[in-house]
């Protein structure tokens, strides 16, 4: 069974720092990309950051550059999300995702392909 786990969100002041995971199972992990996604309250999902395991390649959404980093452990088939300098902004459920490719980077800015493969979330909350 494929599973995607998500865990690490929370509650952080503004400014602040948090370290979200992603634990992967049930397919090939080094075929796959994965993405970070977001989804505040009345607002669309929006992708944040994407990792293509096999060679490391990463695709950030333009609002994280900077702040956010990426990264995997194909040992362990994790992929984390590394978030600093957090802004109210930022707050929403996080989620995970799998699929053949990240997609596209164009003008600076990240394009995701449409994943199938989705864990439950975890929700980060920024306090200003």
């Known amino acids: 069974e494929v599973q995607l786990v998500e865990s690490g969100g929370g509650l952080v002041q503004a400014g602040g720092s948090l370290r979200l995971s992603c634990a992967a199972a049930?397919?090939?992990?080094?075929?796959?990309?994965i993405a970070w996604f977001r989804q505040a309250p009345g607002k669309d999902r929006e992708a944040v950051a994407c990792?293509?395991?096999?060679?490391?390649?990463?695709y950030y959404k333009r609002s994280g550059k900077g702040r956010f980093t990426i990264s995997a452990d194909n040992a362990k088939h994790m992929v984390y999300l590394q978030m600093n300098t957090l802004r109210p902004g930022d707050e929403g459920v996080y989620y995970c995702?799998?699929?053949?490719?990240?997609?596209?980077?164009?003008?600076?800015?990240?394009?995701?392909?449409?994943?199938?493969?989705w864990g439950q979330g975890t929700q980060v909350t920024v306090s200003s």
């Open positions: 049930g397919f090939t992990f080094d075929d796959y990309a």
């Open positions: 995702a799998a699929d053949r490719r990240c997609s596209v980077m164009y003008n600076g800015d990240y394009y995701p392909a449409e994943f199938s493969t």
């Open positions: 990792i293509t395991t096999d060679d490391g390649g990463t």
